[in-house]
């Protein structure tokens, strides 16, 4: 069984900065693309940045140019620096990985709140 765990979240005011970790139980040689995904209550899940084995990147409009998202293939583990927080960055974020064999696996989710 493939496991996520996510570290990082927390409280902070608008404008400043968090960095969101994940690490999964998965051999290095499994693992396909890594990301996040934030759910705020009463909406679907949405997909905040993902990154492919080799670092192409994608974001959704509304971060562009505030996160960061990065990996490091050597611990299985990928990362979300964001910055310039918003209001509407709350959430509970979700890493998520893909697996070679094609399954998606999911971490338990974290919390972040942003004060305006």
């Known amino acids: 069984q493939v496991q996520l765990v996510e570290s990082g979240g927390g409280l902070v005011q608008a404008g400043g900065s968090l960095r969101l970790s994940c690490t999964a139980s998965i051999s290095i040689f499994n693992l396909n693309a890594m990301g996040w995904y934030r759910q705020v209550p009463g909406k679907q899940r949405e997909l905040v940045a993902a990154i492919g084995r080799g670092g192409s990147a994608i974001y959704e409009d509304s971060v562009k140019g505030r996160f960061t998202i990065s990996r490091d293939n050597a611990k299985a583990m990928v990362y979300l620096q964001m910055n310039s927080l918003k209001s509407e960055d709350t959430g509970v974020y979700y890493c998520?990985?893909?697996?070679?064999?094609?399954?998606?696996?999911w971490g338990q989710g974290i919390q972040v709140s942003v004060s305006s």
């Open positions: 998520y990985v893909n697996s070679s064999w094609g399954n998606v696996y």
